[in-house]
């Protein structure tokens, strides 16, 4: 039996969106979300950024501003130290402030593998929600950072990639999506979310079906960070890959010519990954040329919505 629905809940589970959504008033609702990870880096201080940044990124992905932020972190205490705890919640702390957010608190509890994350509280106006859910016929669909976070990650941890290969992208990748969306307001945006663990075939897919609509990805402007490829034919791999492959099964098809590696590109777990937005085509290059201004220089528009029979995703 389904429970009751209370009409304050604006946006709950059944879209598979990015946090919740609850009104509080005709021009105030509140987004409530949360999200923790394993370290993707050994560095303390940078696994506090990317965590922080990755969790505030879906009150931006909903439309949102976030306002305060609670710490989860599963630490073993004994075993790493206080010195490493110390970073990875500096690391946060710096990511929230930039966000102009506050700590608000927190939880901690000993484990043996560390993680760490937010439980975060924003707001927006009830009627400019973003959702994944509005996407339509004709328009595009723009991405504002790389892909391939997933296997870069595991490929530094398993030595077939030098940290000093990664490091230098770990800026991009602990970027905030705040400057994106704050940009993006400035548009129609039909649709939103941000690309995270189930990559960019799967996200794209959760848009094609709470929108109704058919997307075709654009392969050939896809952007991917440096070695993500190469990593994927070096037999690197991630352990999200079957898995996200296995979610899109029938409602995945290619009218391109891939290898396998660069098939696997598109099921590539991201960490703090960028915002996938759909606007009318007609204002997709202005959007686009803002972006870049404003430093997001791989921003991009990766494909198209369209009328479909049944929602799926096509590489073309």
Request: glycine fraction near 10%; proline fraction near 6%; hydrophobic fraction near 40%.
């Amino acid at each position: 039996m389904k429970p009751p629905q209370d009409p304050n809940l604006l946006v709950g589970f059944e879209t598979c969106d990015d946090a919740a959504v609850y009104r509080l008033s005709d021009d105030l609702a509140f987004i409530s979300t949360a999200d923790f990870i394993t370290p993707p880096v050994d560095d303390p201080y940078w696994f506090g950024q990317i965590a922080a940044a990755n969790s505030l990124s879906d009150v931006y992905a909903m439309g949102g501003k976030p306002l305060t932020a609670l710490n989860l972190i599963m630490f073993p205490m004994k075993k790493l130290g206080a010195t490493l705890l110390r970073e990875i919640l500096r690391g946060g702390s710096d990511k929230v402030l930039e966000a102009g957010a506050s700590i608000a608190g927190g939880h901690s509890v000993d484990d043996n593998e560390p993680k760490y994350g937010l439980a975060v509280t924003g707001v927006v106006h009830p009627e400019r929600i973003l959702t994944n859910c509005g996407a339509k016929d004709g328009d595009a669909l723009i991405l504002t950072k790389p892909l391939g976070t997933g296997v870069l990650f595991n490929a530094c941890r398993s030595k077939k990639l030098p940290f000093r290969e990664l490091e230098f992208i770990l800026p991009q990748i602990a970027s905030l999506n705040k400057n994106a969306l704050e940009i993006a307001l400035n548009f129609d945006i039909h649709a939103c979310t941000d690309i995270t663990g189930f990559g960019i075939v799967g996200h794209a897919l959760e848009m094609a079906k709470g929108s109704g609509v058919g997307i075709n990805l654009f392969y050939d402007k896809l952007p991917f960070y440096p070695n993500a490829l190469h990593m994927y034919r070096k037999g690197e791999t991630t352990g999200s890959n079957i898995a996200n492959r296995k979610l899109a099964e029938g409602l995945f098809e290619k009218s391109k010519n891939l290898s396998r590696e660069e098939e696997e590109l598109l099921f590539d777990p991201q960490t703090s990954g960028g915002l996938l937005l759909a606007l009318p085509s007609t204002h997709a290059d202005q959007l686009t040329m803002e972006l870049r201004k404003a430093g997001m220089e791989t921003a991009v528009q990766v494909g198209e919505a369209m009328t479909t029979d049944r929602p799926s995703v096509r590489i073309v």
